[in-house]
């Protein structure tokens, strides 16, 4: 009897977990759209988080176009080189004149598009292209000597996206993997926050826009990974971009309880950023400021995402601080409490921000004296940093480089039609000026007239000359 009921016991819990696992994949995000191609690869590639990327010579929903023919290039056997990092970096295609492809979608909105660079050969490393999507123009003079992700955030308003390739002069392109699925709608909102040394204001607008993710920061955590997101991104440390490195200033903490996020919330999900950067943070102590910096390009705007989570507090209300965006006092006296009304409740704010020459972008947060802790008057969990596009047709500007293969190819047609039309045109009408003269003449000699030249009295005593028809016989 006992092993009967030990039985049942395992069973009803072999049940219970079978249950939890169906609901956790369950709960995990099931993008609409979800192109995973290993760019060149002759087989699948699966990463360790489950996912499965396609060779892109054989998937259904993609078509790839080049004028010229693509180079599959394998990276050289394991042996006295490093091994690659990951099994997309087994493989790249190559492309020595411009190259496109063609991404169905299914849903349209935003997607995540991630291009992976990992140049295995010195000609790749040496390659120099441009790279657009949607006629928009993502990387100019683009160059990958050492292993990169660059991740955008784009609006999709048609049914295929191009994504093109396009090589400098003399140089070649090259792709190793590509990601397109689509983002989640709370992912991005439509109104931040902008900082200024005259003070902060609310501007909208921002769903429309295109973002490239530079930065995305686990706050006093550990690097969170793709298996760990359910969007399937990378979170790093914050300890190499801190500047106050005092740290008296500061004090890290760690959560194990249960991240609250709002039920039925279409602003925080797991989706706008996980757990695992939630459970981690930064304090400052009251009177005391910590200053994050990041190296950015110049001449740029920037949205700057903070999130916050009080996971240190024994009650509400115990926080007060400042936040301070390159400088300039984004939010005074922020009470994270009276905004989310719990503990352990995630929060973001989204900041908008111009960086100029000095291309340096410094974030912090003060404590406050009316703080009820000695320790943490203010907390931050986790950050972002998403340059803006800025212009509608680039991510740097207008460059007049073609990227949609359709307009060039129309372009081309058309330029060559009204060549060829406006030649008729012309042919056309010198054949009819010739065989009106010739008719002309001919009815002339028939007529017995001929063109001549002679002077004729104005009428005023005063000779003029004058192109006259006059009869070359006196017949009448």
């Not at 704010?349 to 972008?361: A, H, Q």
């Amino acid at each position: 009897m006992a092993s009967q009921r030990a039985s049942r016991r395992l069973a009803a819990l072999l049940l219970l977990l079978g249950a939890l696992c169906s609901a956790a994949a369950a709960a995990r995000f099931a993008p609409a759209d979800n192109h995973l191609l290993a760019c060149g690869a002759e087989a699948p590639a699966v990463l360790p988080d489950g996912r499965r990327f396609v060779p892109d010579s054989g998937c259904a929903s993609t078509r790839l176009r080049s004028p010229a023919p693509t180079l599959a290039s394998a990276a050289p056997p394991t042996g006295s080189p490093p091994p690659p990092p990951s099994p997309l970096h087994a493989s790249a295609r190559v492309f020595s004149c411009r190259a496109s492809y063609d991404l169905a979608v299914s849903r349209r909105g935003r997607h995540i598009l991630r291009l992976h660079f990992y140049p295995f050969a010195p000609t790749l490393a040496s390659s120099r292209f441009h790279v657009g999507a949607g006629g928009l123009l993502l990387l100019h003079n683009f160059t990958a000597s050492s292993p990169v992700v660059k991740e955008f955030i784009l609006p999709v308003e048609s049914d295929v996206l191009v994504l093109t390739f396009v090589p400098d002069s003399g140089s070649t392109a090259f792709v190793n993997a590509i990601e397109l699925f689509s983002a989640p709608e709370e992912l991005v909102g439509d109104i931040g926050t902008i900082a200024t040394s005259a003070g902060a204001a609310q501007i909208d607008g921002l769903s429309s826009q295109v973002f490239e993710t530079l930065y995305r920061i686990n706050v006093a955590g550990r690097k969170v990974t793709p298996f760990n997101d359910t969007l399937w991104r990378t979170w790093v440390n914050d300890g190499k971009f801190l500047v106050d490195t005092d740290s008296t200033n500061y004090k890290v903490w760690s959560f194990s309880g249960r991240i609250a996020y709002p039920r039925g919330s279409r602003q925080m999900t797991r989706e706008v950023a996980p757990d695992n950067v939630y459970n981690s943070a930064r304090s400052v102590r009251p009177g005391a400021n910590v200053t994050w910096g990041f190296p950015v390009p110049a001449s740029s705007r920037y949205l700057v995402r903070m999130h916050f989570c009080d996971i240190v507090s024994k009650a509400l209300y115990e926080l007060y601080f400042n936040i301070f965006v390159n400088g300039n006092l984004a939010v005074k006296d922020f009470d994270l409490s009276s905004t989310t009304g719990f503990l352990a409740y995630p929060y973001y704010i989204d900041f908008i921000v111009d960086v100029e020459d000095e291309g340096m972008l410094k974030l912090a947060i003060g404590g406050l004296k009316q703080s009820q802790s000695d320790e943490a008057s203010g907390i931050l969990n986790a950050l972002e940093i998403m340059r803006m596009n800025k212009t509608s047709g680039g991510m740097d500007g207008n460059f007049p480089i073609a990227l949609d293969m359709e307009d060039v190819v129309s372009k081309g047609i058309g330029e060559f039609a009204r060549s060829l039309l406006c030649g008729f045109i012309f042919a056309g009408l010198f054949v009819a000026l010739v065989m009106l003269v010739l008719r002309l003449r001919t009815e002339l000699r028939n007529n017995g007239t001929a063109w001549s030249w002679k002077p004729m009295d104005s009428g005023e005593g005063t000779l003029a000359k004058a192109y006259q028809l006059v009869p070359s016989k006196t017949d009448y």
